[in-house]
């Protein structure tokens, strides 16, 4: 079949009426090839004509016959023509020499309204071929030869035969028969009454298969319950052809089928005898005769092909006659099952079937609906006809009337799904909770514990197993969260109603996820509409979008977001998609600035360009409103990084000079003191360099060295032993690859070390740190020495320094002194921590340990 389309019009006919006297005028011009016939009605007299005007003279006749395409006058000589006169149209369709197209038959609405119309169509093919004939939904329904269709287009198909013409049937539009295809030669007649407007179906016309038998027809049945009658060719007066006829029917799925043979008159065969073929799906077929049981509660497409036997046409020997019907019905027996609800406050399910196509059928208390709602607190009776499981969506939600922000306990249970005691195999694909509140106030959502809220965004997006809607009162979307292990947000509060919804990721069933997915809890108003408390991971950036992003904030309304940085880190904040309105009134702002309310704030509106990355050295928030837009929206995407704060050198230095210039204060009036004191055993001398006598002094946090270098031998190197066996012989040869302790000089005896040994990663130091070991002959030196200015000899410092530097750490957290704590490490704070533990201990060192070594270092 070609593809082109050739619409053919019958009877576009340029037509005057002119009513002079009692005659009628009309000019008409037939189109070409088409044939205009203007004939007597059976059964009128002769007391009208139809005349044709040719030039001055007019032929006169019952009859006319017009076949040139060209304008002529046609008169009648009666008031009323259309009451004496019908007017035939016909057109041949001869796709028998040419190569036949489908082709599209429209008879033109307008004409001849005052007569009866009938419109035919000559059809022709290649003998031992069929013409097909397509009908464009809805298709054809099958009529009675005697009856005549309700909208009083009947249409009529003929085929001339070896043996004459046979009706194969009458038609009607609006019904199942998609295509009919029939045998060689015949005709398509369209009756339209007079007065009738004519508003016909499309039909194309094609060259179809070869020849299976007198007539083909394709039927495809509706869904649910449907009856549908079929007549044999030349119904009632009998068909005598020994030819078969073929019913293809397209059946729903979940839908029987039953054919029954109503009215069926045997022909009286000759030879052979009819039968009747069967073919279900593709592979059973099977074969009964017409006065047997036909197949009934059969699923899927079938076709029927009725053989007819070879009878000889006699006036008084019947043909073939046989009228059947097809009824199809649901396949399917009803599921039954009850909901009670009456004991989970606030629930309530919706099941809605999302195929439209379905012939699913749900009931609730028996009623029919679309979508089945029970409401919380009832009990129902569902019933669902052929609904598959997955067309269906089962939907909860339960309404929590959140307690009062002045009630004692202001905190809602957690959030999880209910076991649905249903009976129904339909999986849960959603479950919102409202949290309803009863005064002006705010709900906090937590994530439940051992994990944090992730905020779904193009670039990080949820891929946990559910998903979390939050939404705000009115039903606008905050934005899509999943409760995750690397989460960032640790709290959101929302100003009034909110309803969480949650949804499945990669699974399919909620119902399996117990949960819990959110705590609540409510606390009083606050000014913002939305705060989140977020906490940035060291590992990754994370993401701060506006409610409802991509769309826009809602008019006048605000967010904030506190966000709280870890010690010895930075913040790096990057607008990194802004959406900005025009504003009708107000303005949007945007503003940062450190929690403590001490430093400095930024802030940016609607009119000014968002700058480049904000870095905030301390936990801060950042603050959005927008105003009320007059076009475009407010929406905003940040970014933030966390970074390692760089060590200010010149800081560390100044300190670490302070820090040296102290010691070496406290060195000479020490070495004062010593001098003054040589020769004598002293127990105070002791004293100066005991306290919790640590190499942890600011000296031991030696500048340059990295964390890593420092802390790699502390524990590693000294086992308590080796220490000890130094502070006892001293000629024994170390094991230690500190070269403090291995050189097993006086150094060594310092009691100081001991004590403190097992809590304290004391020995943080590497062998330069205890330069000092190597400087038997005057221990002091080191301090004047510029070399070792970083290297500073702890042992000596005094008790007082270190207390001082625990302290001061702590308040110079971001400061250079930083350095002391990363270098050598938790020493200072421990120290501090644990003095009144050590201190005993090391008054006992002290006591038990003499200081001739001491003595000797000196
Ligand atoms: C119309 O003309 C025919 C013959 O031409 C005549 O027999 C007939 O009576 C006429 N009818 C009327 C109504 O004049
Ligand atoms: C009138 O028509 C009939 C057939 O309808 C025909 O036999 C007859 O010759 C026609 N008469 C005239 C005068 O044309
Ligand atoms: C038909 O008659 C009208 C006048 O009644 C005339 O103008 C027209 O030319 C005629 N047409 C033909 C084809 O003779
Ligand atoms: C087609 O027929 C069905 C019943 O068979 C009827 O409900 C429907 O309205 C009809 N449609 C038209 C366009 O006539
Ligand atoms: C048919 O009618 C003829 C006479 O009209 C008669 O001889 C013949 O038997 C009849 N056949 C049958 C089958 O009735
Ligand atoms: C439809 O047919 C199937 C088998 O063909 C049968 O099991 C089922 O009961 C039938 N349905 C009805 C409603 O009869
Ligand atoms: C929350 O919902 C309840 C019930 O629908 C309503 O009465 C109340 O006004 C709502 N509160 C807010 C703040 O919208
Ligand atoms: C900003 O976000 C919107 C919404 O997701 C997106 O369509 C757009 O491409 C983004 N623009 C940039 C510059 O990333
Ligand atoms: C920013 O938001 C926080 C939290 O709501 C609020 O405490 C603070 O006052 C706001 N700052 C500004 C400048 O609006």
Not at 517 to 539: A, H, K, R
Request: proline residues 7%; contains cysteine; hydrophobic residues 35%.
């Amino acid at each position: 079949m070609g593809s082109c389309v050739f619409p053919v019009f019958i009877g576009l006919i340029l037509l005057q009426i002119h009513k002079i006297s009692e005659c009628h005028k009309i000019e008409v011009t037939p189109d070409s090839g088409t044939i205009i016939e203007f004939s007597k009605k059976a059964g009128h007299g002769l007391d009208c004509s139809v005349c044709k005007e040719e030039g001055p003279s007019e032929t006169c006749n019952s009859s006319l016959k017009l076949t040139e395409a060209q304008p002529t006058n046609v008169t009648f000589n009666c008031s009323q023509p259309g009451d004496v006169f019908n007017v035939a149209i016909k057109q041949e369709i001869d796709c028998s020499t040419t190569d036949c197209s489908i082709i599209a038959v429209h008879p033109d609405s307008t004409r001849f309204l005052e007569f009866t119309r009938t419109f035919n169509w000559h059809l022709k093919v290649q003998s031992g071929k069929m013409f097909q004939l397509d009908f464009p939904s809805p298709g054809m329904r099958q009529i009675k030869p005697s009856e005549s269709c309700p909208d009083k287009h009947t249409y009529i198909i003929t085929t001339y035969q070896r043996v004459g013409l046979t009706n194969i049937g009458s038609f009607c539009r609006n019904g199942t028969i998609s295509r009919i295809q029939v045998l060689y030669k015949g005709r398509v007649t369209l009756e339209v009454p007079k007065g009738t407007d004519l508003n016909p179906s499309d039909i194309k016309v094609s060259m179809g298969p070869a020849a299976t038998g007198v007539v083909e027809m394709d039927v495809k049945l509706p869904r649910g319950a449907f009856s549908v009658d079929f007549f044999t060719p030349d119904y009632l007066t009998g068909y005598y052809d020994e030819q078969k006829m073929k019913w293809n029917f397209a059946v729903k799925p979940m839908h029987n089928f039953t054919v029954r043979f109503q009215h069926y008159i045997p022909p009286e065969c000759q030879k052979k005898t009819v039968m009747c073929d069967y073919a279900l799906g593709d592979k059973t077929s099977f074969t009964v005769a017409p006065t047997e049981t036909q197949p009934a509660n059969k699923q899927g497409d079938f076709s029927l092909t009725l053989t007819n036997c070879d009878t000889k046409k006699v006036a008084n020997v019947s043909g073939l006659s046989l009228n059947f019907n097809v009824e199809v019905f649901r396949s399917g027996t009803p599921y039954l099952c009850t909901v009670d609800l009456r004991n989970e406050e606030g629930l309530s399910l919706q099941i809605e079937n999302k195929n439209r196509e379905s012939y699913c059928e749900m009931s609730l208390n028996s009623v029919m609906q679309e979508k089945i709602v029970v409401p919380a607190g009832t009990k129902a009776d569902l019933s669902f006809f052929d609904c598959p499981v997955q067309d269906l969506q089962l939907t909860a939600t339960k309404v929590i009337d959140c307690p009062s922000v002045s009630a004692r306990d202001a905190t809602g249970p957690s959030l999880t799904i209910p076991t649905l005691d249903l009976n129904l195999p339909v999986p849960l694909h959603q479950f919102t909770w409202l949290l309803r509140l009863r005064d002006q106030s705010t709900v906090d959502l937590m994530p439940p514990k051992g994990s944090s809220l992730h905020q779904s965004v193009p670039d990080k997006q949820c891929n946990e197993r559910v998903s979390l809607l939050i939404s705000e009162t009115e039903g606008s979307s905050i934005g899509q969260f999943c409760s995750a292990a690397e989460g960032t947000i640790q709290k959101i509060q929302i100003k009034g109603n909110v309803s969480i919804t949650v949804t499945p990721n990669n699974i399919k069933d909620l119902s399996q996820e117990k949960g819990p997915f959110l705590n609540f809890g409510i606390s009083p108003e606050i000014t913002e509409n939305v705060i989140y408390t977020v906490s940035p991971l060291i590992s990754g950036p994370m993401y701060l979008a506006t409610p409802n992003w991509p769309d826009g904030m809602n008019p006048s309304s605000s967010a904030s977001w506190i966000i709280t940085i870890p010690q010895e880190y930075k913040a790096e904040l990057l607008f990194s998609n802004v959406s900005k309105p025009k504003c009708d009134s107000g303005h949007t702002e945007v503003s940062i600035g450190p929690l403590d309310s001490q430093g400095q704030t930024q802030s940016w509106r609607e009119d000014q360009s968002f700058t480049g990355p904000v870095v905030q050295q301390q936990s801060f928030y950042l603050n959005m409103s927008n105003c009320e837009p007059k076009s475009d929206r407010f929406a905003v995407l940040s970014k933030i990084s966390l970074q390692k704060e760089i060590k200010k050198f010149l800081s560390i230095i100044l300190a670490i000079v302070g820090a040296l210039l102290l010691l070496v204060i406290i060195a000479v009036i020490v070495v004062c003191v010593i001098r003054k004191r040589k020769n004598k055993p002293n127990n105070n001398r002791s004293s100066i360099f005991m306290p919790r006598g640590k190499p942890v002094l600011p000296g031991n946090a030696s500048f340059p060295k990295t964390r890593a270098d420092n802390e790699s031998h502390v524990y590693a190197s000294i086992d308590d032993p080796t220490m000890y066996g130094h502070l006892v012989d001293k000629n024994q040869p170390a094991e230690v690859d500190s070269g403090a302790w291995s050189n097993g000089h006086q150094v060594d005896a310092y009691c100081p070390f001991q004590g403190p040994m097992d809590s304290v990663p004391a020995a943080t130091d590497s062998s330069a740190e205890y330069s000092l070991d190597r400087r038997e002959g005057d221990a002091f030196q080191p301090f004047l020495n510029p070399p070792n200015t970083f290297n500073l000899p702890k042992p000596r410092s005094p008790l007082i320094l270190q207390g001082s530097l625990g302290f001061e750490d702590r308040r110079m957290m971001d400061n250079a002194l930083n350095t002391f704590k990363s270098v050598g490490d938790i020493n200072p704070i421990r120290l501090s921590a644990d003095e009144s533990k050590l201190q005993p201990q090391m008054d006992s060192d002290l006591d038990s340990y003499p200081e001739p070594e001491y003595e000797e270092s000196v």
